[in-house]
């Protein structure tokens, strides 16, 4: 592990610590460290690479079969309708 | 030029809908090009998302996890009805309740033209995103919905933003 200087507002630090205090995390080092990772997991699968995937759908729809399909128990206008309410 | 609602792609993959014989051939025979923007790429995430049951997928994806199985079917469904996302840039600053703010172009089209279009928050965005491409140059001239509510506006659609609301259509 490599250890990197960061600036924190005293509010941040308030937050970490509360969270320590919680016994969410057992140090202030940890609940960084945590957090940055679940920002870091989120931020990169924002752009994770599917491009195989949807490489093997539409290779298989050459075939000529429909690799996907919806079996919707309503029709497509009202779940796309239901979203816009 | 042709600006594609959610549900005529939605309809495509679903053989039992109303909708898929006329989704299926305006994909597959209209020369028009198809557009699609940013806040159709979501609602094709949020409506995939709660689709758990009834998306059917080869099974080399059912072991993926939900987030990478529904992010490559909307990216599948996207490449394979051949439509372009346009997006655009331009933000626009405005004074609503005393403060200002910058918002997208959209937005602030859709916040002057509501009272006039009396259309569903999300209808009246992809429509001004519709205008948008139309108004940066491009021949925009269809929106494509099988929604009956934005079919039904079709006349003050035309009138306000000069684009026709039709039904996926083969001759388009």
């Known amino acids: ?85 | 030029m042709a600006y594609v609602d959610t549900n005529v792609v939605i309809a495509k993959y679903a053989p039992r809908d109303p909708l898929n014989k006329d989704a299926r051939a305006f994909f597959s025979y209209s020369k028009t090009r198809k557009v699609i923007s940013p806040i159709s790429i979501v609602e094709l995430m949020a409506v995939l998302s709660r689709l758990e049951t009834e998306l059917e997928v080869p099974a080399e994806l059912e072991s993926e996890p939900w987030s990478r199985r529904i992010r490559a079917v909307a990216e599948f469904f996207i490449r394979d009805c051949r439509v372009s996302i346009v997006s655009s840039p331009i933000t626009a600053r405005t004074k609503i309740a005393g403060t200002a703010i910058i918002i997208p172009l959209e937005y602030q089209s859709s916040i002057r033209q509501a009272h006039s279009l009396k259309l569903k928050t999300v209808d009246l965005i992809h429509l001004k995103c519709a205008e948008n491409v139309k108004k940066s140059g491009a021949e925009l001239n269809y929106f494509v919905t099988g929604d009956i509510d934005i079919l039904s506006h079709a006349e003050v659609i035309k009138d306000n933003l000069g684009i026709t609301v039709t039904p996926p259509n083969r001759d388009l």
């Open chain 1, 1 to 85: 592990m490599r250890v990197i200087p960061v600036r924190l507002t005293d509010e941040e630090v308030r937050k970490i610590d509360l969270l320590t205090k919680r016994g969410i995390y057992r140090s202030r080092s940890e609940a960084i460290r945590a957090i940055l990772s679940k920002q870091l997991e989120e931020k990169l699968g924002e752009d994770e690479d599917v491009a195989p995937l949807v490489n093997k759908l539409l290779n298989l729809r050459k075939t000529g079969e429909n690799p996907v399909l919806l079996r919707l128990k309503k029709s497509a206008v009202e779940v796309v309708a239901e979203g816009r309410h």
